[in-house]
């Protein structure tokens, strides 16, 4: 009995074994613990290319149902290794569910960087939940949060809409945001510095209150504010949002504290910044864990650069639990919720490179209902 256990064993840790050398990774490594200020801006000035146009502000999500994939996510054992994302801070719940070593959030906006650094910056300034709700928010932070690491994110929202900061606090505090920022090491124009301070603003005036916009197009009335995005739940009605939990909150903290989100610019399909992170992803021997695209592989297919999207992804180095994430906005989707816009996905990244190679998905509508795993 005891040689049949021995036995077993061998067999699992020889198949892990091949999964690391069919993907070229060098036994042992891992990404670091941490980056210093300089090796951050380096490596993401180094991954990233020039900026392209995309007519939204993206300053929050737009997605309500963002959150119904963390269960699915959890179940199929999605954790670790690096993970990839576009768009703003419905990065962080994604993060907060994965774990990973390293994040890079890659946007083809330059804007979307320079929100990051606004978030980073916020966090480093930061101890707890509530203390960056009221930097984020402009409000002055009572003097002792200790007390409000057990509070639900309903509590610390409330706060939020009972206080009231003068203007010369908010401005001292968009002070102290922005001073944070130029520490990054991160070159900044005077004009980065001025578009972080006016993200800022916005928050600090329309506060939970702050909507997805489309330039030139009025906020659509389905679209959640942040109060809704922060207090969302998955699909067993489980709050999930990043600031749901303090625990949560304290592990993207220390990600970013040590350098560890990494914002890049860069178009999907393009021919840089993607297959950059990839490469830098194998030469430390990480795996991408999770890829969340939101919906841009609707806009590739669109303007017929998703075979060229497709074949960046299939050279990412993959683990047998790696997937990606995506978003569906069209209605009528057959994992949709009621009362929900948008509907959120969850894909193999095996099984999206195997249909690709194979005879592809031809059609977006392919891609968002075929090889699904369940929610």
């Not at 994604?94 to 959030?105: D, G, H, N, T």
């Not at 402009?138 to 206080?163: E, N």
């Not at 890049?264 to 021919?271: E, H």
Request: glycine content about 8%; overall charge neutral.
């Amino acid at each position: 009995m005891t040689d049949l256990r021995v036995s077993l064993h061998d067999m699992r840790r020889l198949k892990s074994l091949l999964t690391v050398f069919v993907l070229a990774l060098p036994l042992g490594a891992q990404a670091p613990a941490a980056l210093s200020d300089s090796a951050f801006a380096s490596l993401s000035a180094r991954l990233s290319e020039a900026p392209g146009f995309f007519d939204t502000d993206n300053l929050i999500s737009n997605e309500d149902s963002y959150l119904h994939v963390i269960g699915t996510v959890r179940r199929v054992g999605v954790t670790g290794g690096a993970y990839l994302g576009v768009g703003p801070d419905q990065n962080f719940s994604y993060i907060a569910a994965v774990r990973p070593r390293v994040a890079f959030l890659i946007d083809i906006r330059r804007d979307n960087l320079l929100e990051h650094l606004l978030f980073k910056s916020i966090f480093a300034l930061s101890r707890d939940r509530l203390d960056y709700l009221c930097l984020l928010f402009g409000r002055p932070a009572p003097a002792d949060t200790a007390g409000w690491g057990a509070r639900d994110i309903a509590a610390l929202l409330a706060y939020i809409d009972t206080v009231r900061g003068d203007s010369g606090a908010g401005t001292r505090t968009r002070s102290r945001v922005i001073d944070r920022v130029r520490r990054t090491a991160i070159s900044l124009s005077d004009v980065d510095a001025a578009t972080i301070g006016r993200f800022h603003l916005a928050f600090v005036t329309q506060g939970p209150a702050l909507r997805f916009n489309s330039l030139g197009r009025a906020p659509q009335s389905y679209y959640p504010d942040y109060r809704q995005l922060l207090v969302e739940t998955d699909r067993t009605g489980r709050q999930s949002s990043f600031l749901a939990h303090e625990v949560d909150f304290q592990f993207v903290k220390s990600l970013e504290d040590r350098n560890l989100v990494i914002p890049v610019v860069g178009d999907l399909a393009g021919d840089k910044a993607l297959a950059a992170i990839g490469d830098w992803v194998r030469s430390q021997g990480e795996t991408v864990s999770a890829f969340y695209t939101s919906n841009v592989e609707q806009y590739l297919f669109a303007d017929r650069s998703f075979d060229r999207f497709s074949r960046t992804v299939a050279r990412l180095p993959r683990g047998p639990n790696s997937v990606m994430i995506r978003s569906y906005f069209r209605g009528g989707h057959p994992q949709s919720v009621a009362g929900y816009h948008a509907t959120q996905l969850v894909q193999s990244l095996d099984r999206f490179v195997a249909v690709e190679a194979a005879s592809g998905f031809g059609s977006y509508f392919a891609l968002v209902t075929r090889e699904l795993i369940d929610p």
